[in-house]
């Protein structure tokens, strides 16, 4: 998935390393009281089950969601991440027994392209509401994800088969720099997938033990002042 992590902290640095014996303890505060850990303790209870995939979508109402792929594939979870202090369960939905599967990219604004790991099948997140999508398997073996869009509803694709490669996992330290001497606030083990939301700065890590979150606050302040103002004019 993609997302900004080299921005993840205004006076700290996640560093990746390979062989880490610590976890993630509860929520953690940087001396400079900008950078907050969240553990998977720290969140609501379906955010404590690992997964295999996650994205951001946020919908007309200015509501930012994260949809989570768990238990192989037999259930999809989602959490109003729209502040970070306050993430909310929004529906946690069993899923029929497809398999294992990864998002793949958006289709258009309301919908988010998945792919099936050991079947190869193909299906569709339809987002148009949000807070209660729907998943539909669809009858192609074709890889869409490089598909050229045409307009909104219609996509221009090659016949090539979708090949799954393993996300490698990989720990991540929370480094706080803020001092002279560096000092590490938490590690997050064996992590598979990591997204950013950008306006408000938080960086969301899937891993083994459930989801981490680590928040900026600065920009989460940034970002309310900018919408108090919006809303203001």
């Known amino acids: 998935m993609n997302s900004t992590i080299k921005s993840i902290l205004a006076l700290g640095v996640i560093a990746a390393a390979t062989v880490l014996t610590t976890t993630a303890e509860a929520e953690i505060h940087s001396r400079s009281k900008n950078v907050v850990v969240m553990a998977p303790t720290d969140l609501p209870e379906q955010a404590q089950e690992p997964g295999n995939s996650l994205f951001l979508h946020s919908d007309n109402a200015g509501r930012t969601y994260l949809y989570v792929e768990q238990q192989q594939g037999a259930r999809l979870s989602v959490f109003d991440v729209t502040d970070p202090a306050q993430i909310k369960l929004v529906v946690s939905t069993r899923l029929a027994a497809e398999g294992a599967f990864?998002?793949?990219?958006?289709?258009?604004?309301?919908?988010?392209?998945?792919?099936?790991?050991?079947?190869?099948?193909?299906?569709?997140?339809?987002?148009?509401?949000?807070?209660?999508?729907?998943?539909r398997?669809?009858?192609t073996v074709t890889d869409l994800a490089p598909a050229e869009t045409l307009g909104e509803s219609d996509l221009l694709a090659t016949s090539q088969p979708y090949k799954y490669v393993p996300a490698v996992g990989r720990s991540y330290q929370v480094i706080d720099i803020a001092d002279s001497a560096?000092?590490?606030?938490?590690?997050?083990?064996?992590?598979?997938?990591?997204?950013?939301?950008?306006?408000?700065?938080?960086?969301?890590?899937?891993?083994?033990?459930?989801?981490?979150v680590v928040r900026r606050l600065s920009v989460e302040n940034d970002y309310k002042e900018q919408q108090r103002q919006t809303e203001g004019n």
């Open 102 to 135: 990864d998002f793949i990219r958006p289709l258009g604004y309301n919908a988010e392209l998945v792919y099936y790991r050991d079947s190869q099948r193909e299906a569709v997140l339809d987002l148009r509401k949000a807070s209660r999508p729907v998943l």
């Open 137 to 139: 398997v669809i009858s």
């Open 182 to 212: 560096p000092t590490q606030l938490a590690t997050v083990e064996d992590v598979r997938h990591r997204v950013t939301n950008t306006e408000t700065g938080t960086t969301f890590l899937l891993g083994p033990n459930g989801l981490t």
